[in-house]
């Protein structure tokens, strides 16, 4: 099977939500196959002798209601069997043999026991309407977030100007210049949560999207009366989350970018520019990776130009979903050696982080001693930049910081306050450079 399971038009995405998914009524409101659902309920109940309508209504997570329907099914179908009744739509339950031999059948196809998950076009579709609502960046919020750095107005405006956008922004020059930094500190202008599903179905294959290690959960306050009396308020297969920042570093492979599938789990990982839809993708120190960049460069062309990316489950079976991040790609190669003029054209911002002037050194070095409750004596800035000079060592806008935190490892080994006198400052500088002046 080779078909391409396609974005829907925009016809489709009238019905989407734009605050709160809300909860689902009936089988029909889950969006997948009945009998999708239906396994995953006879899986979890398989995993332990006996269970009760909460216990399997929390782990799917569907309402009660909508829980006892799927379990009474299975009990109707000779699956599960009936133990006792514990309340209002709570039965304790426990599989048959039949139910047990079923589950172990499933388990041979997918091995995912969690929530149920959403539909591809459902996904999307939310995504899509999320993303049209979300708050709009402004100068002053963008000015506001990447103030700790101190930066000439023109790298001021054009970092402005792809957070407004959303489009892709290409930072390069030498090392140690706040290129990752202002990745970091930019993607703080991105306001308001997420909502994203746990997982997706496409017909029986699984594919997990949430992944606690890269998205910081939103607790959202319940203020529906109905919550008092156990009935959710929104769909709980879907999670409220911060706005996504990933980083992918030099560890990463062309592999990678593509749908990771478990032979022993038999589902789905979702790659990480999947995870960062609705947020924030940086590929840091670009053209290091263990890929060669026209491999990679490559990769991103469909994306970047479309907005799409396609992906290939086990089956053959081809699939498109969103690509709706803001690419952020930092390196201190040149650029001539990671990238050629088709990629360039399809970044939408590009931006030379370039050495600090005299006066910026001196106004990073300044802002961050009084940070850090650093006295600075007059004159010790002059020093510091002279002996740049005489050694003829280039300045970076990273070294203050580091300078000053070396100056503080020595008072700390002294046991004194933190003071940059010109010794403390003359062994941080052989601390951190390595060699002693000429």
Same mark, same amino acid.
């Given at each position: ?110 091995? %995912? ?9 459902? %996904? ?75 997982? /997706? ?7 997990? /999207? %949430? ?10 306050? =319940? ?21 996504? @920042? ?36 940086? /590929? ?13 460069? =490559?990769?991103? /062309? ?20 969103? @690509? ?40 990073? @070095? ?65 601390? %951190? ?6």
């Amino acid at each position: 099977m080779n078909a391409i399971t396609e974005i829907p038009a925009d016809d489709d995405l009238k019905s989407a939500w734009t605050t709160m998914p809300p909860a689902p009524e009936s089988i029909r409101d889950l969006g997948i196959a009945d009998s999708l659902v239906n396994d995953l309920a006879m899986k979890l109940a398989s995993t332990v002798p006996q269970f009760d309508t909460k216990w399997g209504a929390e782990r799917l997570p569907l309402p009660v209601q909508l829980a006892e329907k799927v379990f009474w099914k299975l009990k109707q179908d000779h699956l599960l069997e009936v133990l006792s009744q514990e309340g209002p739509f709570c039965y304790r339950y426990s599989c048959t043999d039949r139910g047990r031999q079923l589950a172990a059948s499933s388990f041979e196809v997918s091995g %995912y026991v969690g929530p149920v998950p959403v539909s591809l076009p459902a %996904y999307i579709a939310a995504l899509k309407r999320q993303q049209q609502h979300r708050a709009k960046v402004t100068l002053e919020k963008v000015r506001s977030c990447i103030s700790p750095l101190v930066l000439p107005e023109h790298s001021v405006q054009i970092s402005a100007l792809a957070a407004l956008s959303g489009r892709s922004l290409f930072l390069f020059g030498p090392a140690g210049n706040g290129k990752t930094t202002l990745g970091k500190l930019l993607h703080q202008a991105s306001e308001g949560n997420l909502w994203i599903p746990h997982a /997706i179905a496409i017909d029986n294959s699984i594919i997990r /999207i %949430y992944d606690h290690e890269v998205h910081e959960v939103e607790n959202i306050s =319940n203020t529906s009366a109905n919550e008092d009396k156990g009935v959710p308020n929104h769909d709980r297969r879907w999670v409220s989350v911060k706005r996504p @920042f990933i980083v992918a570093g030099g560890e990463m492979t062309i592999e990678e970018l593509d749908l990771a599938y478990s032979p022993s789990l038999r589902f789905y990982e979702s790659p990480p520019h999947l995870k960062a839809n609705g947020g924030t993708f940086l /590929i840091d120190d670009f053209g290091r990776q263990r890929v060669s960049p026209s491999d990679l460069l =490559n990769r991103w /062309i469909v994306p970047l130009e479309n907005h799409i990316d396609h992906l290939t489950l086990q089956t053959g079976q081809k699939i498109q979903v969103p @690509f709706d991040v803001m690419l952020i790609v930092a390196t201190n190669l040149t650029v001539s050696e990671v990238a050629d003029p088709a990629f360039l054209r399809r970044m939408g911002y590009r931006l030379h982080m370039e050495r600090p002037t005299k006066e910026r050194y001196a106004e990073i @070095f300044l802002r961050y001693a009084e940070s850090v409750g650093a006295d600075v004596p007059e004159g010790t800035v002059q020093l510091v930049i002279d002996r740049y000079e005489k050694e003829e060592r280039e300045l970076r806008g990273a070294e203050p910081r580091d300078l000053i935190e070396r100056a503080r490892d020595i008072c700390k080994l002294h046991t004194k306050p933190l003071q940059l006198s010109p010794d403390v400052i003359d062994l941080a500088w052989e601390g %951190y450079f390595g060699n002693t002046p000429n």
